[in-house]
């Protein structure tokens, strides 16, 4: 008997280059990143401190968002060698949860404050692999308005949201740099977008940059359509010279 498919599990994440900032900087993007989020999905609008169990995981609400409090948690995540100083050029990181099991909960992962030339600063979102959470989120509406979130927050050169298979299915040099995927955001800081061929859909993100939606039903890696509909696009940006890695 032939195995059932694995369904795809899919992230969101946002990069950007070198730029220095406080834990209290980051804080406030944090916040202002969780409140535009909230509306997204009511799934969306929960967040809790890490925890040692799943028992413990409810027990810490960073909903309302706490500046002061996401301060301390980002200086707490310094980087730092064991025993050493604070390795100050690589930022401050910090990841949490909405409190769920594995397969039904999304997590985030930020790291802020990098500027150095080794590790770009991200925000990154796993999300849900199945369950009626997971079925809700993976449409191109709530992931367009959770890559809209991180680039009204975060200001990033690049934005993405994709299925980690589709990721997967890339070389290397696709997997390193930057990509398309379903949901995908440049930065007008790299040069406008040119036509795209349908169904892609293309929108301003207000005067920071384009939001790029490859297909209004979910994009898998099963659709053969899907996956030649963005090394197309990817292709157009590319000659476009839109395509370069956020660190080079």
Known sequence: MAKRPT???YYA???WGPREETPEACARRTANFLNLLAPCDPFLAEWYRPAKSLKDARTHPLMPPDVTALANLFRSGVNRERGGPAIEQLGFTFWFDNGGPDADCAALRITC???SEAVPNSCVMTLPKRGPNADRLQTAHVLAGVVRSMVLAWDPD???STSWDHRE??????????FVGWVTYLSRRRGEVPPLPAP???EPVEDKGTLIVLTPERFTVANPEHVALAHRVRELLTRAGLMQPVLS
């Open 7 to 9: 369904a795809e599990a």
């Open 13 to 15: 994440g946002a990069y």
């Open 158 to 160: 690049w934005c993405v």
């Open 169 to 178: 299915l890339l070389p290397d040099e696709g997997r390193t740099g930057t």
């Open 200 to 202: 892609v859909r293309i």
């Open 113 to 115: 404050g990098a500027y």
